[in-house]
Each structure stands twice: as C-alpha cells, then as structure tokens.
C-alpha cells in the first residue's frame, strides 16, 4: 500500500450506504485550497420503503448490494476521473443498519484489494459532524448539532477524531418525531416538510403540549412523550368530533413544530454556554440533518447562535442529509492528521464520543450511536 504524505493533493472515493441512500463521491483536497467536490451521487431508497411506512433492513441490505457498484461507476465517471487517480477509499464502516454498512465495506474492500489502494473506514455521524470544514473549511473546535430522522446530539468537534457530546436524544430522533406524527394524522411522508406546511396555517397555542426535559439540567432531548401526547389530543377531538377537521391537523402541526423547536432552542443555548466557555475567537454554531431544513426552527437556532455571540452555519441541504462526500472528506481528514483509519470493522453502534455514556433508544434508521 502506498502511504500519503499529508500535505500533498489527495483525491478521494466515499462510498455511504448505512440507511437508506446509496451514494459515491469524489472529493479533491489541494493544500490552500477549497475542497472540491467532483462527484456526489445519491440514490435514494424512498420508492422502495414506501408502502412499509420506514425503512426495511433487509430490502435496504440488497437494494445497496445491487447498485453500489454503480454508483461508484457513476460518481468515478461524473468526476471524469479514473481508479488510478484515486488515493484512497473512504467507507462508511458504521454506525448503521448493519446490512447496508456491510454491503459498503465488502465492495470498498474488494476494490482495495484489486487496487492496492489504502482503506479508509468512517464514522457516519464523524462524516455529518466535519462537513462544516468541507463546506466553509471552519477551523476547530466548533459546536455541532446533528438533527435528522436517524440522528440528535449536540458535539464539540476539536479534531477529526475528537468529538465531546454534550448530549442527545434519549429515545426517537426530531425526523422521527416529525414522520411519526405526520403519520398519525394522515399526512404524507416524509413527514416533516408536510407538517411544516400545514403548521403555517396553524395555531401552536391551542393545544398545550410538553416541552420534555426542558424542567432537566443538560442537554439530553426526548420526542417520544411529545408524539404520545399529540396522540392523545387526536384521539380526544376524534371521539368528540367524529374526525379531524383540516384547522385541527393545521393546529396540531403547529403545536407540536412549536415544542420541538422550543426544546431544541433551550438545549442549544445550553450546549452554546458549555461550548464557549473554551471556544475560539470565532465561535461557530453548525446544523447538520434533514430536520435543519425546517424554516422555523432553523430560525430559532439561529437566534440562540447570534445572543451569545457564534456564527450560525447550515451546510447545504444536500451535505446536509445523508451524502458520499462527507464520507470521503472524513477519509481526507483522517489522512491529512496523519491518522488513517485502516483497521476496522463494520459496525451498527459505533459512538462517537466514546467516553460519553450510551444513549437509550434506537429509531427506524437503525442504532443511535
Ligand atoms: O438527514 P435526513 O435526510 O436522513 C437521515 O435521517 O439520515 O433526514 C430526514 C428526516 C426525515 O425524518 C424528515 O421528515 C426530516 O428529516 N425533515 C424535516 C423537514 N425536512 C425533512 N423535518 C422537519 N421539517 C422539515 N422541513
Ligand atoms: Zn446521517
């Protein structure tokens, strides 16, 4: 195997396929410059899932199986580069539904094999939690909060392998949360955007829902309370009415968006004061996941960002949710700290914070890390 010097160019493959996208990217990183991004190629699963109402592991498994290596091919010919100007590949090794992850590393170990290339296995949630250095090449440590359908915690990054998590979710993720109630009121999925719409004409005050953990010191969130209890307010206007009027589902929406973004804005304030008691001259506030697209919340987090002073940050959507590239810039990281990952094992739990105590739960898209 060849070994890299840190500070020459390094062009890398990233190959993701721990839930339900099967994806491939090319990164090229030149000393001084921004990384730039010469392929991403998502294939979502979302038509495959559908009528299941969440992801099916094992469909996922073999849909990833069947068509990695074309994404690969397609990332490789969209970055109009060949194997041999690739200097390493860069794999998801977990945290993950275990079938997909397997799927990811037996074909990047193949190609390793036939290659001679260096191996490079990833963290998923490292490859979410550096994409601001991607994307704005911000320096460390940042704060970092993680918010998708699979994924909830607030991290200090100080490095590409040194992560703090000052807390997270104790059961379902916000996605979840958000699918699960889109769900229960006859809303499409994903749920989330759909809720987010009928918030809009809706009045968060007429339904009074908790606000779980809020009464706790911390940072550790829970949404499953929160689903219950909209659950319950459904079920009572149900019996009194005889169903749901469209002003109800509005109302609901908006009582519920309301709490979540409440809690999450409480908890970032509090993760923002344990951030900058060491922070930097200039302090940075990231997002990363599905749910930072909601405009609402988006805008809440924003706030706790400016009062105390850090820039607030938001990748675009599509590096955002899950994606290839930060797959592959994770491996450029590990190779430029002269710290390769060459040794692993796929893995469905793998926390990121290793000497943070577990969190509880795991949601559809497999095992909270
Ligand atoms: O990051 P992502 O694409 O996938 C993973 O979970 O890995 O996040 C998808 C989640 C879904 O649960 C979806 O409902 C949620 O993000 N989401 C939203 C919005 N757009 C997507 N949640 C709230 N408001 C939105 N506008
Ligand atoms: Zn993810």
């Known amino acids: ?82 194997l041999d100007q690739i200097d390493a590949i860069a794999v998801t090794a977990g945290p993950g539904l275990i ?52 994924h909830c915690q607030f991290l200090i990054v100080a490095g590409p392998d040194q992560f703090t998590r000052l807390g997270g979710t104790i059961d379902d993720a916000p996605g979840e949360a958000f699918d699960k109630v889109a769900k229960l009121l006859g809303l499409p999925q994903p749920g989330g955007p759909a809720v987010e719409r009928a918030a809009q004409q809706g009045d968060p005050a007429r339904f009074a829902l908790p606000r779980p953990l809020l009464d706790r010191p911390g940072c550790d969130l829970s949404f499953s309370g929160l689903k219950t209890a909209l659950l319950r307010a459904r079920d009572t206007l149900v019996a009194e009415q005889g169903g749901l009027r469209a002003q109800d589902r509005a109302d609901l929406c908006a009582g519920f968006q309301a709490a979540v973004t409440a809690v999450l804005a409480e908890k970032s304030r509090r993760a923002l004061a344990a951030y900058l008691e060491h922070a930097p001259g200039d302090p940075v506030f990231a997002v990363a996941g599905g749910v930072a697209a909601n405009q609402p919340l988006r805008a809440a987090l924003e706030d706790a960002a400016r009062d105390t002073g850090a820039r607030f940050l938001a990748p675009p959507l599509a590096l955002c949710t899950d994606n290839a590239a930060m797959i592959a810039w994770a491996g450029i990281e590990q190779l430029r700290a002269g710290h390769p990952r060459r040794t692993f094992v796929a893995r469905p739990r793998w926390p990121l914070d290793q000497r943070a105590a577990p969190l509880i739960g795991s949601g559809k898209k497999g095992a909270k890390a």
């Open 99 to 150: 079938g997909g992850v397997l799927s990811g590393v037996m074909l990047a170990r193949g190609m390793a094999a036939a290659t001679g290339l260096p191996l490079l296995g990833v963290n998923h949630l490292a490859g979410h939690a550096l994409t601001p250095r991607l994307t704005d090449r911000v320096e460390f440590p940042y704060l970092m909060l993680l918010v998708s359908g699979g």
């Open 1 to 82: 195997m060849r070994n890299l010097p840190p500070t020459r160019d390094l062009t890398v493959l990233g190959i993701e396929s721990s839930c339900d996208d099967t994806a491939s990217a090319v990164i090229r990183h030149q000393p001084g410059a921004r990384p730039a991004i010469l392929s991403s190629v998502i294939w979502d699963q979302t038509a495959l899932h559908a009528r299941y109402g969440g992801v099916v592991p094992e469909l996922a498994a073999r849909a990833h199986a069947e068509k990695l290596d074309l994404a690969v091919e397609a990332a490789l010919a969209q970055a109009s580069v060949t």
